[in-house]
């Protein structure tokens, strides 16, 4: 069965650094997005991403977060200038197309990549 | 999108089957009751979704009362490896589609 794969699983970095957070989503899915989920709290929308835009992001998502899908299978999330509170597991999704709550609806998320800023 | 309501937890025995509530009273027409799960601090798993009829797969039932403003997830014959956070989600139709989390239900399975 397709899936959503994610790596690193875990990396950690000095505060002030960049990262770059990698996710191959399902082959034929056309919508992406990231959530992260800061321990103990819960799991948080952060873009989504379609056609080569950025479709919505949250508040969270600020002038330090960017996200790219650089080829025809990966889709980045990059941090530019890491701070203590980046500190969160990152959690990619994607879902096929949207129509009428069918299961193009349905995201579909990666085993996640915990960042630890140090 | 609507605001939901769960237990903050249950527990259930392995092998009888577990029923999750959840209170979605502001529902509107277009919005989908989704539930996920997750695995202690794995990817949220998709387990069921509907709008307005009873669905089944072959993971769980997902009950929706006749007015839509609760409905229950049902894991038939719950195993250890059902122990999870469970999430009722409302989900507008939308662009976007994006998933609002909530606290979940911890459901701990106990042999």
């Known amino acids: 069965e397709p899936e959503v794969t994610q790596t690193p699983s875990h990396q950690v970095t000095q505060m002030g650094q960049e990262v770059i957070l990698r996710c191959v989503p399902i082959s034929n899915h056309l919508y992406f997005y990231w959530y992260r989920q800061i321990l103990g709290q819960k799991v948080e929308f952060l873009v989504s991403?379609?056609?080569?835009?950025?479709?919505?992001k949250s508040e969270i998502f600020d002038d330090q977060f960017s996200v790219e899908r650089p080829d025809g299978s990966n889709f980045t999330l990059k941090i530019r200038s890491t701070k203590l509170e980046d500190s969160a597991m990152y959690f990619c999704?994607?879902?096929?197309?949207?129509?009428?709550?069918?299961?193009?609806?349905?995201?579909?998320f990666g085993p996640g990549t915990r960042l630890t800023v140090l | 999108d609507a605001k939901t309501t769960q237990p903050p937890s249950m527990d259930c025995a392995e092998g009888r089957a577990a029923n999750l509530p959840c209170n979605h009273s502001t529902i509107s027409g277009n919005e989908y009751v989704y539930w996920y799960r997750q695995i202690h601090s794995q990817g949220p798993q998709y387990i069921i979704h509907g709008l307005k009829n009873n669905e089944t797969n072959e993971m769980a039932s997902l009950i929706i009362t006749e007015d839509r403003k609760s409905s229950t997830l049902i894991l038939p014959h719950a195993t250890l490896r059902d122990t999870a956070v469970y999430y009722c989600i409302v989900r507008r139709r939308s662009n976007d589609y994006k998933l609002s989390f909530g606290a979940g239900t911890t459901v701990t399975v106990r042999a």
């Open positions: 991403f379609y056609n080569n835009e950025i479709s919505e």
């Open positions: 999704a994607s879902r096929l197309a949207g129509g009428r709550g069918q299961q193009g609806d349905t995201q579909y």
